[in-house]
């Protein structure tokens, strides 16, 4: 049972430790995010969004090459 | 501050979550004399009363982003007096784990393996510790975030097994049948014994960003364990009976020993050694954590290898 645990308990550091591209193996559980979290087990909504850990300041994705998205800029919407 | 990382709010209130988990799941019956049925309500209140210090802690720093406690403390009074200070620290670190290895040593030995020598846990216990923080805080906290709720779902998904079979109302009622004077007692050690989240929070402090600002942060950690914490010493003395409840060690494994649904569901104490299993391996990684990055800054980041190495080895000796 020591073992066990401890094994587990090594595994979990690992998990922990693993990034794929900047993204933690365990995200959005750790580090948490309750706005991604709905996405992992369910697909709700449009997935129109970037992940928060990776774009924090541009979320929004681009949809169809970007092209309506600046067109709707460009013309003042 | 070597590491420039900044934590989030969840790895905060996990990590502090972790720090005040220490001895004090081992020690919170030694109230029980004074403060008697009302132990849940002292230890409530006695959580809380750190929140003043941990706040005062976050308030220091807020002037010196991504510093220490040592760093403000080397900036403000000289190199001496930081020294003098970090030995100290380092110290009351090492003696919080050696405490804290040797009650779950004990724990093991009581229950599960009695003929394994006591340094071979101990040995595997601050391997992980060391594994756990080699890879840096920002890893550390993500682990720790993981460990404590599989630690805590593990305590109280065999406690619902309990209900409402094991669980006597009439144990905890009437809640307060002791005297002022034994209640403050209680409250004060309560408040000792979780104080021992404030020797992590001392190097956390460089960890999170805008501390001045995010103090509740830390606040919710607190309040989160406030909460936690006396829930499983109600459950436990509503299934052993205060009396029983102070005579005895380790009264979670005890009171999940008990509990037989049917013919199938029994052993439960296996999960709640799991529990403390976590908890151990949690805290003495915080304790070997705040002792060697204190090393690292009084050896001016010299050979942060070889430093981990003689921090484990000076946990690891005088627990045996």
């Known amino acids: ?77 | 501050m070597q590491e420039n990382i900044k934590l989030t709010q969840e790895q905060v209130i996990f990590l502090v979550f972790m720090a005040t988990l220490g001895n004090i799941v081992y020690s919170h019956t030694w109230i029980d004399n004074d403060v008697d049925r009302a132990a849940w309500v002292a230890t409530f209140i006695g959580i809380l009363l750190v929140i003043p210090f941990a706040v005062w802690i976050l308030y220091l720093g807020r002037n010196y982003p991504g510093s220490t406690i040592f760093d403000i403390l080397e900036a403000g009074l000289g190199k001496m007096t930081c020294t003098v200070v970090s030995i100290i620290y380092i110290l009351i670190n090492i003696a919080v784990a050696v405490t804290m290895l040797n009650m779950f040593a004990e724990l093991i030995k009581t229950f599960f393996n009695k003929y394994t020598p006591i340094w071979i846990i101990m040995l595997f216990l601050v391997l992980i510790a060391a594994m756990y923080i080699s890879s840096g805080i920002k890893t550390f906290a993500r682990a720790v975030e993981v460990v404590t709720i599989l630690g805590l779902m593990n305590f109280f998904v065999s406690f619902i097994f309990a209900f409402p079979k094991y669980i006597h109302i009439e144990y905890i009622i009437p809640i307060f049948d002791t005297s002022l004077l034994g209640f403050i007692k209680g409250v004060l050690f309560i408040t000792g014994a979780a104080s021992e989240s404030l020797l992590l929070l001392m190097v956390l402090v460089g960890f999170i960003p805008d501390s001045g600002k995010h103090y509740m942060w830390v606040v919710k950690g607190l309040v989160f364990f406030a909460i936690v914490f006396p829930a499983a010493i109600l459950v436990i003395i509503m299934m052993l009976s205060p009396e029983m409840a102070k005579n005895i060690a380790f009264g979670g494994v005890n009171a999940a020993k008990i509990i037989q649904v049917e013919e199938f569901v029994r052993g439960l104490e296996v999960f709640i050694f799991g529990t403390y299993q976590f908890i151990a391996i949690g805290k003495t990684s915080c304790c070997l954590y705040c002792a060697w990055t204190t090393a690292k800054k009084m050896f001016n980041n010299w050979n942060p290898r070889l430093l981990l190495f003689l921090t484990a080895l000076a946990i690891l000796v005088p627990s045996i």
């Open chain 1, 1 to 77: 049972m020591l073992g066990l645990i401890n094994g587990i308990a090594i595994i979990l550091w690992h998990l922990a430790s693993l990034e794929s591209f900047g993204v933690p193996y365990l995200y959005p559980l750790v580090p948490f995010e309750l706005e991604v979290v709905k996405d992992t087990f369910i697909r709700l909504g449009g997935l129109n969004k970037r992940l928060k850990l990776l774009a924090p300041f541009n979320r929004m994705r681009m949809g169809n090459g970007g092209i309506i998205h600046t067109k709707g800029k460009q013309d003042g919407e």
